[in-house]
């Protein structure tokens, strides 16, 4: 009788665990791809005043000495260029947005999303005088 609920017990913690490893993965589903170009380092996911955001990798772990840009991406943000361009190209999102994705390149304070249909993104903060500029 112990020994079933032991096992019972363990079954559930297992289940939980996996779930939240599930979850995780999707979370932070940008997160190997995205490259920062001032230092060659990889942007990490974290969570940042309760939304899922991307930071360089060498900023977080040396400082500014070692790398200055100090740029964060909000996963909503990759989130929604993503799945804009997806739909405007009738692209069919199965799985993660991820798996779309081949590589996004981070430089002063806009990134470049590259597609495995060839095609990118471009969002620039700082390229035009009205503001954010996006070209899906």
Avoid: P
């Avoid at 019972?8 to 995780?24: G, H, M, P, W, Y």
């Avoid at 081949?102 to 495995?116: A, C, H, N, Q």
């Amino acid at each position: 009788m112990m020994n079933i609920a032991i096992n019972e017990r363990f079954s559930k913690l297992t289940f939980a665990v996996k779930s939240i490893f599930i979850q995780e993965s999707y979370m932070y589903q940008f997160t190997s791809k995205i490259t920062c170009l001032h230092c060659g380092g990889k942007y990490r996911g974290k969570k940042m005043r309760d939304k899922l955001a991307y930071s360089c990798s060498t900023y977080e772990k040396k400082g500014k000495e070692s790398c200055s840009n100090n740029f964060k991406i909000k996963e909503e943000d990759l989130v929604h260029m993503v799945t804009t361009h997806l739909q405007i190209r009738n692209v069919r999102v199965e799985g993660s947005l991820g798996e779309h994705v081949t590589k996004i390149e981070v430089k002063d304070e806009g990134y470049k999303i590259y597609y495995l249909d060839g095609t990118h993104s471009v969002v620039n903060d700082n390229s035009h005088q009205y503001g954010v500029k996006f070209k899906y």
